[in-house]
């Protein structure tokens, strides 16, 4: 099935029906999206990292979770791909694919509420969405950015999420720290970001996609620092991974509380994926980082993010303990997702 997640767009698979050894399974999936080639002109993906993904689905063996998600980013140009990462807008459409496919029981009318098991950090997420007749309601009137015309909205909630995959919130113990001569706020709250404020690396904040990839200085620093990061942050040699994300920030232009850029890692995102924003929000809400000191500050808990195409907004609770530990004990985003296909896929030969 392939569904509009979020902003992003992916084809969902039961895990039943695809190989269970990793390598085999890579080299299906590569050749069901068309990679590697810039155009992926022989596969289904989209030419993008944003819709050259999959998720995966199976029943939870456990009574933690109803299902298990795991996801993939299948890269556009080269043979990766990558489990070190959540996707936060596919898995707005988790919970909808599993009704679909008979996966869970859902009631015949009202709110379902479905636990799920993010395989790739470990950690929960609870889904809540429309139903009628059985089946999982996609029309609504929820507007997102990035997204043309409205859709039914889904709420997730996230449940310790923090160091999901770098091991602590904050992998260095502080909230800012130096990377290649740039200050920098290495995060991890469902996804490693490292977020460093626009002007100090010469450049707006506010400039377009086009123009900021366009700037190979500004990606070839990127990428330095990136490097350098991962080490940093525990996450060893990432020079051929897709984490940690890049989002430098700059004041708020349209109202928002602060205007991001995010490198995913070496293209300039469209919007923002839905755990970076929650790592950049967390990050701007640290007194001492670099995005702290460019925030607006928010009226309540909802972090009012702008991008290039519009906005996210993520609910962020922080709180301190006796001993100096920041935790952050509520996390919660509104995504919407669409049924768009449902069929039969035909691989190339290997």
Do not use: W
Not at 50 to 68: C, M, N, Q
Not at 91 to 100: C, K
Not at 175 to 184: H, K, M, N, Q, S
Not at 275 to 304: C, I, K, M, Q, Y
């Amino acid at each position: 099935m392939i569904m509009r997640g979020g902003s992003s767009k992916g084809a969902y698979f039961l895990q039943e029906d695809l190989p269970t050894g990793a390598d085999e399974r890579a080299s299906l999936l590569r050749r069901i999206m068309g990679s590697p080639d810039p155009r992926q002109i022989d596969g289904i993906g989209g030419a993008h990292p944003l819709t050259s993904k999959v998720a995966i689905v199976a029943p939870s063996p456990d009574g933690e979770a109803d299902v298990d998600y795991l996801f993939l980013q299948v890269n556009v140009e080269d043979d990766i791909v990558s489990d070190r990462q959540n996707c936060g807008n596919l898995l707005a459409g988790v919970a909808p694919f599993a009704i679909e496919r008979g996966v869970i029981d859902a009631p015949s009318d009202g709110e379902a509420t479905v636990r799920i098991r993010m395989l790739n950090t470990d950690s929960i997420a609870t889904a809540r969405l429309e139903v009628r007749d059985g089946t999982p309601v996609y029309d609504g009137d929820m507007t997102i950015s990035g997204v043309p015309g409205t859709a039914a909205a889904i709420s997730l909630e996230f449940e310790e999420i923090a160091g999901s995959s770098a091991a602590a919130l904050l992998p260095t113990g502080k909230p800012f720290d130096e990377v290649e001569g740039i200050a920098c706020t290495m995060v991890d709250n469902g996804m490693p970001v490292v977020v460093m404020a626009a002007a100090d690396l010469g450049v707006t904040g506010y400039e377009p996609c086009a123009v900021l990839e366009g700037n190979e200085a500004l990606r070839t620093k990127l990428e330095a620092i990136r490097v350098q990061a991962g080490y940093r942050m525990g996450l060893g040699d990432v020079s051929a991974t897709t984490v940690p994300k890049l989002t430098f920030v700059a004041p708020p232009q349209a109202g928002g509380n602060l205007c991001t850029r995010t490198f995913i890692p070496h293209r300039c995102h469209d919007a923002i994926g839905v755990f970076g924003a929650v790592a950049v929000a967390t990050a701007a809400l640290l007194r001492g980082s670099p995005a702290h000191e460019l925030l607006t500050p928010p009226d309540d808990s909802v972090v009012r993010l702008e991008h290039p195409t519009g906005h996210f907004d993520a609910v962020i609770e922080i709180s301190t303990d006796a001993d100096g530990t920041i935790e952050v004990p509520r996390v919660g985003i509104i995504r919407t997702t669409r049924k768009l296909m449902d069929g039969t896929v035909f691989p190339r030969p290997e």
